[in-house]
């Protein structure tokens, strides 16, 4: 399977540099794009985000500073009844802090 890959470096002057690599679908190569909402009830956010799934699949942040990545999962057991990740996801960009 695919995989995509992070880094998160610590600079000495305190700030953190989050890089994330994209290694999706080659068929979405040409369809997937950055949104950029700005919602009046939740913060504002940025996402690289694929048609057809919930922002927050791949590298997101939002208007607080909260910002994450997901490299892609594939599980050997399935949980019927679970929360699906696409929807924590799209959770975490409503976060006001980490």
Do not use: W
Not at 2 to 12: E, I, K, N, Q
Not at 73 to 95: C, E, K, Q
């Amino acid at each position: 399977p695919m995989a995509c890959s992070d880094v998160l470096l610590h600079t000495c002057d305190g700030r953190q540099l989050l890089a994330h690599n994209e290694d999706g679908d080659p068929q979405a190569k040409n369809t997937s794009f950055i949104l950029n909402a700005n919602l009046s009830y939740a913060p504002s956010f940025s996402a690289f985000t694929y048609p057809g799934l919930l922002p927050g699949n791949a590298f997101s942040f939002n208007e607080h500073g909260v910002a994450f990545s997901m490299n892609a999962l594939y599980p050997r057991n399935v949980t019927v009844g679970g929360i699906s990740r696409y929807f924590a996801m799209r959770d975490m960009l409503s976060a006001t802090s980490t």
